[in-house]
């Protein structure tokens, strides 16, 4: 095995295995946010949890792949470290940036579901009757 | 509340494009136009001051709760799906009184805004 293929299968198993610690963080803790958002309505974010979190394994793991082959030659350990390095340090700025765009998702989600119930945002100035109803 | 009833002054085409726009927009609850100070609006609203309702936009809730001027405009916006959240913003303590001079001030000048009313509001769409 050549040092370009070790970097491979190193930054494969790193990289494959912060894809999955992510996904497992977003996955619990964005429950309670969708719980919330969905008033109490468990399955329906367990649901949308799921379906929240493979999309984030399709493109975490699509980058990953897409972004293995290193273009140039390794020739030794160090070259090869320098390489991993790069492609791990890559990896992870994405995976952040999918992070962030996530949380972004959930508290989007948040608000717009606190706005259905949001009372007027001033108070009347007066009160009038309506034909058909008798409030004074 | 479920219904917002907007009596607008049908004289002014800044209010019926107004009204249009509205009308096109999704919606948390039903908005219904009716011309101010016509009869179906005196028959709606039989001890509602209706002489008032032709200087100043009105929105009048399904329970009868009056708003005129800058606060009828922020009813609508809050009616909307897309500004709720607009009217909520506008309407806190630091933004209320700069939000009801800009609306005065559109609302008596509506007349002479006409034209460039239509731009902008061609623009929105």
């Known amino acids: ?136 | 509340m479920r219904e917002l009833t907007v009596l607008y002054d049908p004289q002014c085409g800044l209010c019926r494009r107004a009204q249009a726009w509205l009308m096109s927009k999704p919606k948390y609850l039903e908005l219904v136009f009716v011309p101010a100070s016509s009869d179906e609006a005196r028959s709606r609203y039989p001890q509602l001051n209706h002489s008032l309702t032709l200087t100043d936009l009105t929105v009048i809730s399904d329970q009868g709760a009056v708003y005129s001027g800058p606060k009828a405009w922020l009813m609508c916006l809050w009616a909307l799906r897309d500004y709720r959240e607009w009217s909520l913003r506008l309407s806190s303590p630091e933004l209320l009184p700069t939000a009801k001079r800009v609306i005065s001030m559109i609302s008596q000048n509506r007349y002479q805004l006409e034209g460039l009313g239509s731009v902008i509001l061609k623009g929105a769409k």
């Open chain 1, 1 to 136: 095995m050549n040092v370009v293929v070790a970097s491979y299968v190193f930054y494969l198993a790193i990289s494959v295995a912060l894809t999955v610690w992510v996904a497992r963080t977003l996955h619990k803790n964005g429950r309670i946010f969708l719980v919330d958002v969905f008033h109490g309505n468990e399955p329906l974010a367990d649901s949308v949890n799921h379906l929240l979190v493979v999309g984030f394994y399709l493109i975490n793991l699509g980058y990953v792949s897409l972004a293995l082959k290193l273009g140039y030659d390794v020739r030794n350990a160090q070259e090869g470290i320098e390489a991993l390095s790069w492609k791990v340090g890559m990896v992870l700025v994405v995976l952040g940036g999918m992070h962030f765009f996530n949380l972004y998702i959930f508290s989007r989600m948040r608000r717009r579901a606190s706005l259905v119930d949001a009372p007027p945002p001033v108070a009347p100035d007066a009160y009038t009757s309506v034909r058909g109803h008798s409030h004074a």
